[in-house]
């Protein structure tokens, strides 16, 4: 009985080999639609097969997933490998079957089964698909060995890896990322791309030892000037400055259409290992943002042709900021000399003796950052002119020639005065404007009103003009041109 059940069970697995097996569809998953696409990280493989049965297609998948990867590896014509070559990637493809027929004991490490799946073809044969993903360090890693193997890495390349790996042991890594890159020119050379490959992220890894900080930033800075101060950056690895070492400055400026873009400048460090950029002319107020990155320019200059897919994922990765700072800028209003004068009357329109509201409006835009001062202008001439006269007397009057570029004049008024008890209530109000001296144009305009409450009368009305005073500031701070 018991011979008798396994030649039973035996004949139910042959038919389940020859028949398709159960479960399977009669299309493919969804998945199988879009193959699988290289990352950042990893290389993408997809294999496929068809034959009578599952095992039959998923042979032929297997088997031609490994000729994409071993072409992938750039070993060439099997014919020119050295002896002992074959035997190391059949070695290979053997660890790799079998890593895709039990993935859940796969032992090549940075090897993931992403999907696999067979299906009934329309012709009624069977279909069989697998996905894998490959962490590219460790499969460029692998194509370095069977390259060796085969005799396609030649000793050049080798003596180079093995100057760049003691480098980086030595704390040089700046030499590293250089002996790398000349490594990747001999890969090129020899049309070894799997080296050539291990050589760029080789570049890209030591770089990534980098260490920045930053020493100094601008002071202040004003929109339309450029800062009298660097952004200075020290860069180093392992204690160790890197000293003669190109980098890459991104800051904020105006594109041709006054935009606001990005620039770029490539900057050496210094023997210290400082890299001091000075921004050129502001375009906008506000926070300016400086990068820094490795420049890829230098390892560039060892390759005969830097323009190729592998080329352009090295520099854009290898140029990716590494460091951030930034700095405010204020608008160019600051750095102009401005001149202040306010009419106070009272609730009849005449003047008064008081100069509360352009004592609050100076004492703000100075704490600010502005250059302004009160002019030497009796206010109460402002009563006969209008706006326009003014603008033009002070024009021409040699006492401000010259001396101020804009104006901040205003007429203010006492508008209502009541006493509650011991208790003074004021409101104020009225207009302030800025103007060009020298252009004879208004800027600005704005109209404002402040009320203060105080057990003086006098007290109440010096306390609200020079309210009123402030807001005017706090007006000008936030939106004048």
């Known amino acids: 009985m018991r011979v008798r059940s396994l030649v039973l069970i035996s004949f139910i697995l042959f038919l389940y080999s020859c028949a398709g097996g159960p479960g399977l569809k009669d299309s493919p998953p969804v998945w199988y639609s879009q193959a699988p696409q290289d990352s950042e990280s990893q ?63 796969a032992g090549m490490d940075g090897l993931v089964v992403a999907r696999r799946g067979a299906w009934y073809a329309a012709d009624g044969s069977v279909e069989w698909a697998v996905d894998i993903l490959w962490d590219k360090e460790i499969f ?187 700095y405010e800028a204020l608008p160019r209003l600051r750095t102009l000399p401005m001149g202040i004068v306010i009419l106070e009357t009272d609730l009849a329109g005449n003047p008064l003796d008081s100069d509360a509201a352009a004592r609050g409006l100076l004492d703000d835009l100075i704490t600010d950052g502005f250059d302004v001062s009160i002019m030497d202008l009796d206010p109460r001439e402002m009563i006969s002119r209008s706006e326009r006269a003014l603008l033009r007397d002070i024009k021409a009057d040699s006492r401000f020639s010259g001396a101020y570029d804009r104006v901040l004049h205003a007429r203010v008024s006492l508008e209502s005065f009541q006493q509650e008890g011991d208790n003074f209530t004021v409101k104020v109000g009225g207009y302030l404007a800025m103007s060009d001296i020298e252009r004879q144009v208004t800027l600005f305009r704005t109209e404002l009103t402040k009320t203060s409450r105080a057990s003086s009368g006098q007290q109440a009305m010096t306390a609200a003009f020079r309210q009123l005073g402030r807001s005017f500031a706090e007006e000008i701070i936030a939106w004048a041109p």
Do not use: C
């Open 43 to 105: 290389y993408a493989f997809r294999g496929e097969g068809q034959g009578e049965t599952v095992a039959f297609a998923r042979s032929k998948a297997i088997d031609d997933l490994t000729a994409k990867v071993l072409k992938a590896m750039n070993l060439g014509n099997k014919d020119g490998w050295a002896d002992g070559g074959k035997a190391r990637v059949d070695d290979f493809s053997k660890q790799l079957n079998e890593a895709l027929r039990d993935p859940e004991n």
């Open 140 to 326: 460029d890693n692998w194509a370095i060995i069977l390259s060796d193997a085969t005799g396609v890495a030649g000793p050049e390349f080798r003596a180079f890896e093995a100057r760049a790996r003691a480098a980086v042991d030595a704390g040089n890594i700046y030499e590293a990322a250089l002996l790398w890159a000349a490594a990747a020119g001999v890969a090129e050379k020899e049309n070894n791309m799997s080296a050539f490959r291990l050589a760029l992220n080789g570049i890209q890894s030591v770089m990534e030892m980098m260490d920045y900080t930053v020493q100094s930033l601008p002071g202040r800075a004003y929109v339309g000037l450029r800062p009298d101060e660097a952004v200075v950056f020290s860069v180093s690895s392992k204690g160790k400055p890197a000293g003669d070492a190109e980098f890459v400055i991104t800051y904020p400026r105006a594109s041709r259409d006054g935009s606001p873009s990005r620039g770029q400048a490539r900057i050496s460090s210094d023997s210290e290992g400082v890299v001091a950029f000075r921004p050129p002319e502001i375009a906008f107020a506000g926070t300016q943002e400086i990068t820094i990155a490795p420049s890829s320019m230098p390892f560039l200059e060892y390759l005969e042709d830097p323009a190729n897919r592998y080329v352009d994922e090295f520099a854009a990765g290898l140029e990716t900021p590494a460091a951030e700072t930034e």
